[in-house]
């Protein structure tokens, strides 16, 4: 490696910034059941706990998205132990992610439920969670959607286009000003037929109505298979509405697999359109990073710290693309030189230089090692085992 690859790869470290979720470190599973770990964090405190150990050892998580429904039970009376919490365990809460799809009102959905009640109920959820995030002094309130529909003719689709319009225009008026409203896309899932919002084209379409403040939302696993994302991200950047990408991987649909498992060069070609938007502009890309996986069978902090260092690894790379020189040859449509921009920046074995900047941090120079070492993981086993194993949970 030399010495300007260690430099563009520590610089590109120094940025990077991963929001982890709070709900990855629970037990969850799939809609089939659960299989229970038993050193699975359930109260907050857990979950700040085992985040502050991923960012100890990565250096790169310094803050926990939360989900106003299971970590902030008491609402805004919750808010008040967040300070305690990141003092004690390193990590800052980060996104509020609301609620809008496990109360049973939301059985037909929520801001396009046809039941003004139900909606109104959706509409009060957003304005508490954009209170609680102005309290905990979160930037982004995330926000995504279950509503859709499974039959054709079963719902309105354009009605309830127009709820979400008003819905989302009338939350974007309770931001602060240095706030952001993340909308999150997603083609199906639960609901089968329709999505209400379905592409990053509905998403970019209601963020606009919205408000300025609002940007879209992508999520790596909320695609068609062989959709193009980094096009998608590409377009928009350009636009100036990519507020937040949600990490993970798939194979046929949001499986949320760890991310890079299954398609790295994908991963890279993201990094490689958000770096290339940069530097063509000299404009931050400004879009929060998150983790968005549950793991139910591998160890949730191993799969966690797993995640962050191909993370790491793919951002470093795609930092490596030599820029100008593919700016040459797409100029002068040198196909297989412009080509190989790409893949002699995606071959290079970032690791070394990776390492070097963790040394340089005082951080662990390899941080799944360091973590198999530390004996964390053996001390919540024991001080959780008894209660979660004790939690009976199927899928009927
Ligand atoms: C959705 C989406 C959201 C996440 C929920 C739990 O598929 O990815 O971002 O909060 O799952
Ligand atoms: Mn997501
Ligand atoms: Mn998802």
Known sequence: MTGSHSETVAHALD?????????GFANTGTRFGKFLQPAAAVTIEEKFS????????????????????????????????LARLSARYGVNAGSIN???????????????NPDPEVRSAAFRHTVESIEIAKRAGSRDVSLWFADGSNYPGSANIRQRRRWFEECLRAAHQHLAPAQRMLVEYKPFEPAFYHTDIGDWGMALLLARHAGTQAKVLVDTGHHYAAQNIEQIVAWLLAEGMLGGFHFNDRRYADDD?????????????????MLTFEWETGDPADIAFMIDQSHNLKGKIEAMIQTVTVAQELFC????????????????????????????????DVRPAIREWRVAKGLAADPLNAFRESGYLE??????????????????
């Open 50 to 81: 085992d985040a502050g150990q991923v960012h100890a050892l990565t250096g790169s998580c310094p803050t926990i998205a939360l989900h106003v429904l299971w970590d902030l039970p008491n609402g805004f009376d919750s808010v008040p132990d």
């Open 379 to 396: 001390r919540i086993t024991r001080d959780r085992h008894d209660r979660n194993m004790s939690t009976i949970s199927s899928y009927a």
């Open 317 to 348: 790379k795609a930092a490596l693309v030599d820029r100008a020189a593919l700016a040459t040859a797409q100029a002068s449509t040198d196909i297989v030189r412009a080509e190989s921009c790409l893949q002699d920046a995606f071959s290079t």
């Open 98 to 112: 609301p609620n809008y799809f496990q109360d049973q009102i939301y059985k037909f959905g929520s801001f396009g």
């Open 257 to 273: 697999l760890t991310l890079g498992s299954i398609d790295p060069y994908q991963v890279f070609r993201i990094f490689h359109e």
């Open 15 to 23: 940025r990077l910034c991963i929001e982890l979720p709070s709900w």
